[in-house]
């Protein structure tokens, strides 16, 4: 894929309602890239993920316009993580970049990925506004506090210590992201891609950066941000049970069973203090025990049996996570190895066409449209230098 020296770089740009937006900010990003061509070369993803507004009607204006852009039109609204699976599936670049065609972090962003993860040949490079050196501007109270917080709960379960964990805004080595095998549709596909980076031991770095809604708010009433608060914090937690599943149950039980052991360590010194004046016989000391505090043994009993199934779940899910790492990594070193055999390009990973299976979603009534859709967006043969 490098081309006199330049490697070739596949921008991937979900769009979902973005009418308001979407034009000015796309004109925005190719002029920056056309900055950056002495260096790269470059294509363009704009996934137009079943917008209902006129997004759709943009997005066709853009691909007319600009020869580098390439545009796949969701029938419905997958999802974030299926127009990230999309886009992987189709794309040809050495290196992947996700943005949000929001512009929620400006265009600079993207050199800074490149130049990071071309000098520290990582798989995964995170834009991080919440590490040391990264800044916020502007961004609503509500939303700011959810999102350092739901970051700063999948940082204590992840392993690492990164900063931001849910951030789209990325750069990818391509034959690795090809590689993934991803199953999330929604944003929960931020934290599993960081996830299965590791699971493969794939090279993970962070970078500062300046999250600023400054152009959103300047939209004002065109645009709407498309977060849906409540299923992002289920998935968040979800996330968070995924990367670490025996800490999510095995840290409850413990201190489920220490409460046990106080409550039922009490009703033993209360056994105790009624044994002798029940004459020494240890069923009417019980049973006195039990006349006086009936609610204190239930919820003794109750606790202990639970912290015990607590633990012995969390030890089951911590061998489970084990053996889901082993497969998933055997996995995808025999697909390593089965593609080094097959009649694949040195340089690429998976062929477009051969993508399609693994990006299509399986269960959809409307799989062959948007296989249309695929098809469509996919070149002709190789593609040219100028589409490059």
Not at 232 to 256: D, K, Y
Request: glycine share 8%.
């Amino acid at each position: 894929m490098h081309a006199g020296g330049r490697p070739l770089v596949t921008l991937v740009l979900p769009a979902f309602n973005e009418a308001g937006v979407l034009e000015a900010n796309v004109e925005f990003v190719m002029d920056y890239l056309a900055s950056l061509e002495h260096r790269y070369r470059f294509e363009v993803l704009l996934i137009n993920d079943g917008s209902s507004d006129e997004s759709g009607p943009i997005a066709e204006r853009l691909r007319r316009r600009f020869d580098t852009l390439r545009l796949i039109n969701h029938p419905l609204n997958f999802g974030l993580g299926q127009a990230f699976k999309t886009a992987f599936a189709v794309s040809r670049g050495d290196y992947v970049i996700t943005f949000d065609v929001d512009l929620s972090y400006a265009p600079e962003h993207i050199g800074l990925l490149l130049e990071t993860i071309v000098r520290e040949r990582a798989k995964l490079v995170l834009a991080s506004a919440y590490m040391p050196g990264g800044k916020v501007t502007n961004v609503p109270w509500r939303r700011h506090v959810l999102s350092r917080l739901g970051n700063r709960f999948l940082r204590f379960f992840a392993r690492g210590g990164f900063s931001t964990l849910t951030c789209m805004v990325r750069a990818y080595d391509g034959p690795f992201v090809r590689r993934l095998f991803l199953r999330s549709t929604g944003m929960d596909i931020m934290p599993e891609l960081v996830q299965k980076t590791m699971i493969l031991n794939g090279r993970i770095v962070e970078v500062p950066a300046h999250l600023d809604w400054s152009r959103q708010l300047e939209a004002g009433p065109r645009r709407s941000s498309s977060m849906r608060v409540v299923r992002h914090i289920g998935s968040t937690l979800v996330s968070g049970f995924i990367f670490r599943p025996f800490v999510m149950l095995l840290l409850p039980g413990l201190l489920l069973f220490l409460f046990s052991l106080y409550v039922n360590a009490w009703v033993v010194y209360e056994f105790l203090r009624a044994l002798p004046g029940a004459g020494g016989q240890m069923h009417l000391a019980a049973l006195a025990v039990y006349s006086d505090h009936p609610q204190t043994l239930f919820i003794g009993t109750l606790s202990l049996v639970l912290s015990v199934q607590l633990i012995g779940m969390g030890a089951m899910s911590l061998q489970n996570a084990r053996y889901f790492k082993d497969a998933y990594y055997m996995g995808s070193e025999l697909r390593r190895q089965l593609e080094r055999l097959g009649p694949v390009d040195s340089q690429s990973t998976i062929e477009p066409r051969a993508a399609l299976e693994h990006a299509m979603p399986r269960a959809s009534p409307i799989g062959s449209e948007l296989r249309r859709e695929f098809e469509r967006a996919l070149p002709d043969g190789s593609p040219s230098e100028d589409c490059r």
